[in-house]
């Protein structure tokens, strides 16, 4: 009975594929990305959200935008925490801004809300038509570095420098041992494309951590050291803060936050629904990721968006929502095992930054370095995000120079109605941030 309501609300006969075989789809897509879930906890500890209710907040925003996009879209697309994101939200928003991690948990409830203003509106296809091509790129490849320069630093490989902004860390350091070893094992494990890379370069550098002696292992497996995250959770759930919502801060955050949710999803989710040949879904799986956006400011965590690992689970035969669910149902699961992951120390944490950093720098081949109008605001977002360690400020600055450099040359026509609204936007704040 249950396996035909599934074959039945699946379209599993109509999509051409199996319950066992949508299972297994779900189950590598989990073993994938669930990396994340350490990962992404560990950021958000830095902002101030304590490291257990992190991990039940993304283990939950995970189950639940998973079964969401899974039932709405039947799309094997998988939904977590996006990386980028949640570095704009510890290290933008509540370091460098100066928000606290509650007012920064307001911030991605309101983008979320703007993002699905955007997904349930033409405004989707408005904004996506006025941006440049070079510019969407250039977060991406910003985004990159800033997370490349995090992975280094979380590894101990860059410290502050007596002489210099930035210097290369001590090589007598057993975090930075550490992570060497781990980064060597990781990059090993990706370039021969192993099947859940990322998992197995956790649990073995996890592992040589704790050969150098850098694992804290006081409470592990206690009752009481599985039951506190939840405890902590309670304070997390739904406690974001709307009281700096009349700030130019507050929605200059929210709307670089909204703007990146818009054109990353953008070009996830149609490249998965061209994947699994259904152009069709992608409405209804874009506007799936913007409803998911919104959980994650109640539960406690940065935006959500659709994942690049979405490939390996339609590479091994994903076809339906059947497949998002059962990853979203593993990540469930995962909460049995919250005293495994919050063990898990930096340095094993840092070689997956940098990798995803190095993934990311690959769309700095879609700008057009011929025309220089294209590629100088390209760049300055690229070198702005890491150097201002600002992600919303690195894009003002390309967005701001884009319009200015084209219409100074005679190139009016190329510069859309809505990108100057857009750049007028980010210049007034940068003003009204100057005088204040």
Partial sequence: MLQHWIQQRFSLVENQ??????????????????????????????????????????????????????????????????????????????????FSWQQALGVVTVSGILFAIVAFTPLVTILSDSIPQSLKEAITVGLGLFLTMIGLEKGGLIQTGEHSILMIGQFDNPIVLATILTLIVTVTLFIKNVPGNFLISLLIGTAIAAMFGLVKWEGFGTISEATAGFKDFEDVFLAFSLTNIWSTAFWVASFSFAMVLVFEN??????????????????SGYRSTALSSILCGLFGSSPSVATVESASGIAAGGRTGLT?????????VSLFFIPIIKIIPGSAIAPILIIIGALMLQNVKHINFNDFTEAFPAFLIIVMIPFTYSIADGIAFGFIAYPIFKLLLGKR????????????????????????
């Fill in 17 to 98: 594929t199996t319950v066992k075989k949508e299972i297994l789809a779900g189950a590598v897509s989990f073993f994938t990305i669930v990396y994340i879930i350490a990962v992404n906890s560990s950021i958000l500890a830095e902002a101030g959200i304590p490291r257990e209710a992190g991990i039940i907040a993304t283990a939950l925003v995970s189950f639940i935008s998973c079964v969401l996009v899974g039932l709405w879209s039947n799309t094997p697309i998988i939904l977590v925490p996006g990386m980028g994101l949640n570095a704009m939200f510890t290290y933008t928003i509540v370091q460098n801004m100066g």
């Fill in 266 to 283: 953008i070009g996830l989710v149609h490249g998965h629904t061209a994947m699994i040949n259904k152009p069709e879904k992608f409405v």
């Fill in 324 to 332: 998002a669910v059962t990853t979203g149902l593993l990540f469930l």
């Fill in 413 to 436: 026509k190329e510069v859309s109605l809505p990108l100057i609204l857009i750049a007028g936007l980010f210049l007034l704040n940068f003003v009204l941030h100057s005088f204040s």
